[in-house]
Every structure is written in structure tokens, then in C-alpha cells.
């Protein structure tokens, strides 16, 4: 299983809109409703932000969305915060139990 | 509120095998609701799933790590444990150990703080 392909870097100023993209096959991102995104911040555990392409854990704003179209899922961060700059990495199941990630992608807030 | 936390050995040598093992409190590991996982996330890279065990015993490994992972579980102690055996420097990694739920098969929503294992001589 190959890993999900990202951009490495995304940006945006404090109030604006970034949308982060995740490609996959039609062996994960295209055959499954299960992408999830997550979030992680320097030297902290990854924290979820949504599973189910689209469904936020409780406690997460509704400023994070998701959503996928055939093979390629996708993260928005709208209302951009000084505190949204981290990683944020996707990740896929893939059958028989199996999820892979993406590479990560480092969202800059300028 | 649910806490993971990986204990053991920091630095390993190549060749030898990782052990390691993650306490669960503030619930119990034999919930049908869950599997309990490994990941594990190179220094300076992105996150690679390892696999995940259920309470029964049963796991499930990446492919590319079948060969060498055993996983398994204690219930009386609410741990689980990975093992990878013939480690190399590829395999230095920080280690989370994690929570998935067993009805939405990629959604990993409590993790440990994770620890870094060095394979080193």
C-alpha cells in the first residue's frame, strides 16, 4: 500500500480559507468513505479533526470541514487562527483492517 | 477521560527485537467497541500504521510489516503489546499507541503521547 499523496506546504493570513488536498486510489480514498484528517502540532501526539470524510469529533469548530470527490479528499480550514499551524496528515482505510496516511502537510498561518 | 501511555525500552540494538507496551486507564480494554493500534512516525516524517489488535487477540498488521510484528493483549492488566522483530535504523521511529473504533474503521480517536525508540548499536 502506498502512502496518500499531499502537498507539502499549504499557507494562508489569520481569517482566510486553506483547503488541503489528499490523493489516493479506488483502493482507499475512492472506495471508502473512511478518510480521516489529523492534526499535529510540534513534538504532540496527532489529535483528530475528522473521520468519516466529513463527521467532526466533538470539540472540534466547525471551521474544519472535509469532503472527497473520486479518488482525492479534501480539508478546509476556514477563519484561519494563529493556532491551525501545524501538520495536518490524512489517512484512509484501506481494506482488511488496513489504513494508510499521507505524507503531511504543514499549514503555515503568515 | 481515557489516557494511552507506551512504556519501554528507548534504544534497541539492530537486529534485536522492539517490545513494547501501553497501558489503558480510564476504561477498559475489553470493550467490543474498540480496537486498540499501533503507529509509529520517523523523526521528521509522516505517520506509518503498524496494525491493531482487538481484546479477543486477534490483529491485523500492515502488509509491509507482517513478517515482523506480533501484537497481543493482556486484559487483566488493560495493556496491549507490539513487537517488531530484526530491527534496523529504518525502524527508529516515535511509537503512539492508540484507540480505533470498531464500527468506523479509520477513526483513531484517543492516542498516547508516544515514544521514541533509537535502533542503534
Known amino acids: 500500500q502506498s502512502a496518500l499523496t499531499q502537498p507539502p506546504s499549504a499557507s494562508g493570513s489569520p481569517g482566510q480559507s486553506v483547503t488541503i488536498s489528499c490523493t489516493g486510489t479506488i483502493s482507499d480514498v475512492g472506495g471508502y468513505n473512511y478518510v480521516s484528517w489529523y492534526q499535529q502540532h510540534p513534538g504532540k501526539a496527532p489529535k483528530l479533526m475528522i473521520y468519516?470524510?466529513?463527521e467532526r469529533p466533538s470539540g472540534v469548530p466547525d471551521r474544519f470541514s472535509g469532503s472527497k470527490s473520486g479518488n482525492t479528499a479534501s480539508l478546509t480550514v476556514s477563519g484561519l487562527q494563529a493556532g491551525d499551524e501545524a501538520h495536518y496528515y490524512c489517512s484512509s482505510y484501506a481494506g482488511s483492517n488496513n489504513v494508510v496516511f499521507g505524507g503531511g502537510t504543514k499549514l503555515t498561518v503568515l | 477521560q481515557l489516557q494511552l501511555q507506551e512504556s519501554g525500552p528507548g534504544l534497541v540494538k539492530p537486529w534485536e527485537t522492539l517490545s513494547l507496551t501501553c497501558t489503558v486507564s480510564?476504561?477498559?480494554?475489553?470493550?467490543?467497541?474498540?480496537?486498540w493500534g499501533w503507529i509509529r512516525q520517523p523523526p521528521g516524517k509522516g505517520l506509518e500504521w503498524i496494525g491493531i489488535i482487538y481484546y479477543s487477540g486477534r490483529f491485523y498488521c500492515n502488509p509491509s510489516l507482517k513478517s515482523r510484528v506480533t501484537m497481543s493483549v493482556d486484559t487483566s492488566k488493560n495493556q496491549f503489546s507490539l513487537m517488531l522483530t530484526s530491527v534496523t535504523a529504518a525502524d527508529t521511529a516515535v511509537y503512539y499507541c492508540?484507540?480505533?473504533?470498531?464500527?468506523?474503521?479509520?477513526?483513531?480517536?484517543?492516542w498516547g503521547q508516544g515514544t521514541l525508540v533509537t535502533v542503534s548499536s
Open positions: 492508540a484507540r480505533r473504533s470498531a464500527t468506523s474503521p479509520n477513526k483513531i480517536d484517543y
Open positions: 468519516e470524510v466529513s
Open positions: 480510564g476504561g477498559s480494554i475489553s470493550s467490543s467497541s474498540y480496537y
